[in-house]
Each structure stands twice: as C-alpha cells, then as structure tokens.
C-alpha cells in the first residue's frame, strides 16, 4: 500500500472549496443553470408524458423561465372542456438541480479518471434530478385530483378549479407527499454525495484511511 | 444478479454495505420526520426554538427582531422569513446518524459523535438563519442564491466533515481488511 500523505483530508477539503466557488459563480451568474433546465425539460418532455399518462402532457417554458405543464386531465364544469395545468417556478426547479457545481467539486477534488467519472456522474444526476422532478410532479397533480392539500407540505395546496378523475387512494396521497419531501428536500442535496461515494470508492477509502490517526 | 448474490456483495463489500446501511437508516429517519404526530410535537417546536434563538442572538448583537413562532420579522422595514421543514438542520443530523450507523463503531462512539455532530450543525444552522435575515434585507436576488445554493451546500459539507471528523476520532485499527482498497 503506498504512503497515505496526513494531510490528504485537508488537501481534499481545500481543494474541494477551492472548485465549488468558480463552479457556483459559473452556474449562477454564466447561466449554467438556465442550460441544465433547458437539457431537463427536453429530456421532461419526452419521458414524463408516458409515465403519468394524463397527468403530464408537455412542459412549457414560460418568459420568467418557469415551467407551464399542461395535463390531460379536464376541468369540471368547462365549457369548451379545458385541460388543466400547473406551473413549477424557477427559483423552485433551481432549487432541485442544485447539486451539480457540488457533484463537480467533490469529483474534480478526488483524483482518478476526471473525464469519465464527470461525464458518468452527470449523467446519473440528470436521471435523479429528473426524477425528482417527476416526484414534484406527482404530488402536484395527487393535489390537483384529490382536491386536497398534502399532509407533508403545507405549500402544496389544491387549485381553485377541480379536475374531472378519480381521486387517489388516501395511501398513495400520501406516499406522494413523502415523494416529494425526498425529493425536494432531501434529493437535491444528498445525490451528488452518493454518486461521489458511487464513482469514487477507492479515493473515499483512501481519504477515510488517511483521516485515521494510527494504521497498522 | 439475484438477490442473494446482491446480499452476499453488500455485506462483503464494506463500500457498498455503507451505502446499503446508509440509505436504509436515512430512509427510515425521513419516514418518521414526517409521522403528523412527531411533525406537531418535535420538529415544529424545534424550528420555533430555532427561530427563538436566531432573534435572541441578533438581539444581543445589537439587531433588531421579532420573533412569532417560526418567523422571525423586522419591525421597522416589515421584511420577515420563515423558518420552513427543510431549514431546520434537521435533514442533515438524519444523514449523519444514517452515516454513523452505517460505519463500524460502537453505539456509545456513536451516540457521542452525533451529539457533538448535531451540536456544529445546528450552530451553523444559526448561523445561516440570522445570516439570511440580513441579507433579505439587504438583496432579494443575494438571499436567494444564499438560500438556494450557498447554505444548503455548506451544511451538507459541513455533516460530511463532521463525518469524517468522527471516524478521524474513533479508536485505531485492530485490523485494515480494507486498506487494500486504498491502495
């Protein structure tokens, strides 16, 4: 095994900070974001409708950058028959792609194979974020139909209009409001750690075996 | 592979049995979290005592605050914020007792480590509260890239240094299975 340098944990840690600050510029005032939600809501449009069937149409893009997303689900008491839709913020679909600047921090502050683990890492982080997203989703149109707010997110509240389909059970109501806390809160900050530790298990090994005070 | 093979992987692979421990425990902390009962009797105390604590200290400092229960408002701009689940810390104290569990130790290093853990992340969780306060004030398109990137990042890395802070602190190694790992 060859010499582990004692302070490779702090190197870790420097570098690491060293990365995450011209990363989070760079995504925040270069418009890395405004890209990413851009890949997110092309790649939305073409896996989402098929899995919630009606409950997700199209997404589109609104002038502040939030998203429109039309169902199929109808309105009740429309004339001409309406399709209903919700929208998804900005600061809100920000808020869920967050992790990226942190998963290319933490990989580019563990050395190995830099290319491939940052292609391989972004793309499974694309996959969750636009699961998390789905799970947002989810549990807004769970709202919607059961005219209802969830349990687990006082922000979520039901619509003025209500939506012509049959409500959910009250299990799956609320196994959409857990979705979502995951994946609103807890998802966008914990994904690109668990990829890191996915993609980088020897470096993560060597840190922790360098952070061990005696080793025999 | 089948589940079986999968199993026996996990619990040969000490990265991989992390992981498996790790989400496992997560998971079940996130579940109760959100139980109504314990919502209504301990988390949303815990943020009221937070927001309390957050107004106490600017106080103290020379600030002006108003505390009503998880808000904490400026009376003399109007300006206020609320201390919403998600903002509490408490996320990252779950993630860091799902992390301690998952790696070897015993229960009482363990339950010393969270404690001490707990303890720096609620103090920067302070910080970040009153931090925000004062930058709301001063610029809406600052607080939210403060609280939409800047602090939520630095709480998560500060729960992955405390973690590697404590297994820094653990007893030596009896033996190293793993070191080849390292190599």
Known sequence: MPALPRDLFRLWLILLIVWLVPLYAAWWWLGWAEWVLRVLRGLGNIALPPVFNQGVSEILLQADQSWKVRTG???????????????????????????????????????????????????????????????????????????????????????????????????????????????????????P???????????????????????? | MSHSTFIQRSVRSPSLRFLVIFCAAALLGFAVEVIPWVDEHL?????????WMSGMLIRLAGGVAEVSYDIIRNP????????????????????????????????HQRALGWIAGVMAIMSLNVVRVISLYYIGQYSRSWFDWAHLYAWDVLIMI??????????????????LPDARLAA
Request: aromatic share 12%; with cysteine.
């Open chain 1, 73 to 191: 689900l109808v309105t009740e008491n429309s004339n001409p028959s309406e399709m209903a839709v919700f929208f998804i913020e900005k600061p809100f679909l920000l808020h869920i792609i967050m992790g990226f600047p942190l998963l290319w921090a933490l990989l580019l502050a563990t050395p190995g194979h830099l290319l491939k683990r940052l292609i391989w890492g972004t793309l499974l982080l694309v996959a969750l974020y636009l699961l998390g997203i789905a799970g947002h989703m989810w549990a807004m149109i769970t709202v919607m139909v059961n005219h209802q707010p969830s349990v687990m997110d006082e922000t979520l509240v039901p619509p003025l209009f209500r939506v012509s389909a049959v409500p959910y059970p009250l299990w799956m109501f609320h196994l959409s409001g857990f979705v979502h806390y995951l994946t609103v809160l807890i998802l966008p900050l914990i994904s």
């Open chain 2, 158 to 175: 500060d729960g992955m240094v405390v973690l590697f802070l404590w297994i820094r602190w653990l007893p030596p190694y009896q033996r």
């Open chain 2, 76 to 107: 003399l701009n109007g300006f206020a914020i609320k201390i919403a689940n998600g903002c509490s810390g408490l996320e990252v104290a779950i993630l860091l007792a799902a992390g301690m569990l998952a790696f070897p130790a015993s229960w």
């Open chain 2, 43 to 51: 988390v949303k105390p815990f943020i009221a005592g937070l927001a």
């Open chain 1, 193 to 216: 750690v668990l990829i890191w530790l996915l993609l980088c298990p020897r470096g993560v090994m060597r840190l922790v075996v360098s952070i061990r005070r005696r080793i025999r």
